[in-house]
């Protein structure tokens, strides 16, 4: 699911469960499967935003380090098995 669709299903949960409180109080059934529903999307998005964000900084280290030399290119290559090992879905770009 996409960061938007995220934001609208939490915006659309958050309304229906201020509904419900209003409708039943804080205390029924409903509205703690509604809470318990809302915080399994908040989860969501916190674990893609973290996600996201870790991604970012890493992506960061490897821009503008080149090849030129010998010693480059082994810290390059051992940046990248870490990394990976870490990030399996980091993608890795090279410059020259």
Known sequence: MSENELIKKIERLRRELNTLVLEMGTTAQAVLKKSMELDEVLN?????????ESETKVSHVFYGIGASSGKAAGLIGALHTTVKAKYPLFEFQHFQ
Request: glycine share 0%; hydrophobic share 0%; net charge positive.
């Open 44 to 52: 969501q998005y916190n674990r893609d935003s973290r996600k996201k």
